[in-house]
């Protein structure tokens, strides 16, 4: 066994968890290069199928580090119900890895157009309505019960605001939480390009406010990221290419104090950097929570 094998293998570690977002440019690196990491994280939909190569790594992978599936396909806002083929395919990567975490987000990503159900290849908002929060609960229970476990539900990154809303976005959460059992994912930097992007003059305020808006027990994970950055009056997006900014390192120290050792995520999904630059965000993630948290609270 490599050395970095034994470092992933090594559990438990006390304290928050910490993990990244596994890429296909660091599957070598995972398995080679010693990173002391307490997680990693894939998007579901890239294992699906039987055999592979992409589920044999995976697999791999698993027998060193806790894996955590994090799906982007689900549309749990859709009209449309979840496709017949999606579930059983999840259930089954789920089956295979035994993933710490599953999650998905607040979204929708199906329509009907010309007769035909079309996907959107992108994650897209729904409106905070009774009509949206109903339909989101019947698909969160139907995903739970085929699962068998409880499912995180991730904030969006919004480039535009709805109209129709009957509650705010906390509002909304709180509420598929209470009528689901579901968890939350917060997504800190998500929250920190809705807030610069709506014009918001104290972005800090108004994140705690946000977090201090949802029920602390329903918070099962945080994802932190960096973004590109844009001139003044330019629209920010969240891109997941740059190291986690400055803002959003104090937002996650807010976030510890609110919820405790929260697993946490480092997410780089564009412009990938080196295997060692992206293992030492975590790091940095680490110090932040044993600063903030007394160390195994």
């Known amino acids: 066994m490599s050395e970095a094998l034994k470092v992933g293998k090594e559990k438990p570690r006390k304290g928050t968890a910490i993990g990244v977002g596994l890429r296909h440019a660091h599957f070598r690196d995972v398995l080679t290069a010693p ?40 549309g749990l806002g859709s009209e449309s119900a979840i496709p017949d083929s999606y579930m059983p395919e999840l259930k089954r990567l789920a089956e295979d890895v035994e993933p710490c975490l599953i999650s998905d987000h607040v979204a929708f990503s199906r329509a009907e157009w010309l007769g035909h159900i079309v996907h959107s290849g992108d994650l897209l908002p729904v409106v905070f309505d009774r009509e949206n929060l109903f339909r989101m609960v019947a698909n969160i229970d139907h995903v739970q019960k085929v699962l068998g476990r409880r499912l995180l539900l991730e904030n969006l990154s919004a480039y535009l605001t709805l109209p129709g809303s009957e509650m705010s976005e906390t509002e909304f959460l709180t509420a598929l939480t209470q009528e689901t059992g579901c968890g939350l994912l917060v997504d800190l930097n998500n929250l920190y390009v809705n807030a610069k992007n709506q014009g918001v003059e104290n972005v800090e305020r108004y994140v705690r406010r946000w977090l201090e808006s949802i029920p602390a027990e329903a918070v099962g994970e945080l994802h932190l990221a960096g973004c590109s950055p844009v001139a003044a009056g330019e629209l920010m997006i969240d891109d997941h290419a740059r190291p986690v900014a400055d803002e959003v390192w104090w937002l996650y120290a807010f976030a510890l104090e609110r919820f405790g050792p929260v697993p946490t995520l480092i997410e780089w999904d564009n412009d990938l950097p080196d295997w060692q630059v992206l293992t030492a965000e975590a790091e940095k993630a680490r110090k932040i929570a044993e600063e903030v948290l007394p160390y195994g609270h």
């Open 35 to 74: 990173a002391p990491l307490d997680f990693v994280e894939v998007h579901s939909e890239n294992f699906f199928g039987k055999g592979g190569a992409a589920r044999a790594f995976l697999l791999e992978v698993a027998q060193y580090y806790p894996v955590s599936l994090h799906s982007t396909a689900m």
